[in-house]
């Protein structure tokens, strides 16, 4: 059994990533997150590497799974937006580095990260570099897996999660808040239709795991409000932000 430590975003693909991870023996020790600047500024950054809506409510996962969660702001931009990667000064992927470093010093025996990429070779290459510099094995059991069958098996595996951002024509405000289970007749047209990625690879929606099997208490929405990030009439860039949410024993 190898110790892990899990970098994610409180999404469906490092959630069933985590789960094909214990599937193949490997122990979740630690959970790791890297969030905006908390100012009272928009959660949206556009980041080129992390998925940063959501994350004032990613610190539950941590609660969920009973493991120690570990945060850093994010204090670098996408300075370096080659395919490939080398260290770069006030690249925000210095902070990805910084944020697996300090997980390491806490626990020595952390020998691999897991990782819910799919295709994204930018991220892959990115998260990559880190571990290889930190000595860490990258666990990405999600890699070039067919998107339409992922996304089905997700949700037969009992990955609960919901849409939290959208940006793809066809999606739209109506659609936040609501599940993968609901929302997969609509995500499987619009891929037929448009050429939609169904794991939404292309940025046309991020989600939160409310509940997947790994976790010992489910999240709860209580309340969140709609925002809108970029107006267009056929494809506005929408998200959720949450006003209130709380933990419920399962």
Not at 133 to 139: D, I, Q, S, V
Request: aromatic share 6%; glycine share 8%; net charge negative.
């Amino acid at each position: 059994m190898v110790d892990m430590g899990r970098a994610g975003s409180g999404g469906k693909d490092s959630s069933y990533n985590m789960m094909k991870c214990v599937e193949n023996g490997h122990e979740i020790v630690a959970l790791a997150h890297a969030h905006p600047p908390r100012t009272g500024a928009a959660e949206e950054l556009d980041s080129f590497l992390f998925q940063t809506v959501g994350s004032s409510v990613v610190r539950l996962v941590g609660e969920c799974m009973q493991v120690p969660y570990y945060e850093r702001e994010i204090r670098g931009t996408a300075v370096s937006q080659t395919l490939d990667y080398a260290e770069t000064l006030d690249d925000e992927t210095e902070d990805l580095f910084a944020l697996l470093s300090e997980v390491q010093r806490m626990h020595p025996d952390v020998s691999a990260v897991s990782v819910g990429a799919i295709f994204s070779s930018y991220q892959g290459n990115r998260v990559q570099h880190v571990c290889k510099r930190l000595g860490l094995e990258m666990l990405a059991y999600l890699w070039h897996r067919d998107q339409t069958e992922l996304l089905h098996e997700m949700i037969h595996q009992g990955v609960h999660a919901m849409l939290i951002k959208v940006a793809a024509l066809g999606l739209g405000p109506d659609d936040l808040g609501k599940t993968l289970e609901e929302m997969e007749p609509k995500l499987m047209s619009l891929h037929k239709k448009f050429g939609l990625h169904p794991c939404g690879e292309g940025g046309e929606y991020e989600t939160l795991t409310l509940d997947c099997p790994l976790f010992k208490k489910r999240i709860v929405v209580d309340e969140s409000v709609v925002v809108t990030h970029s107006k267009d009439d056929y494809a506005p860039v929408v998200y959720l932000n949450f006003k209130n949410v709380h933990l419920e024993a399962k």
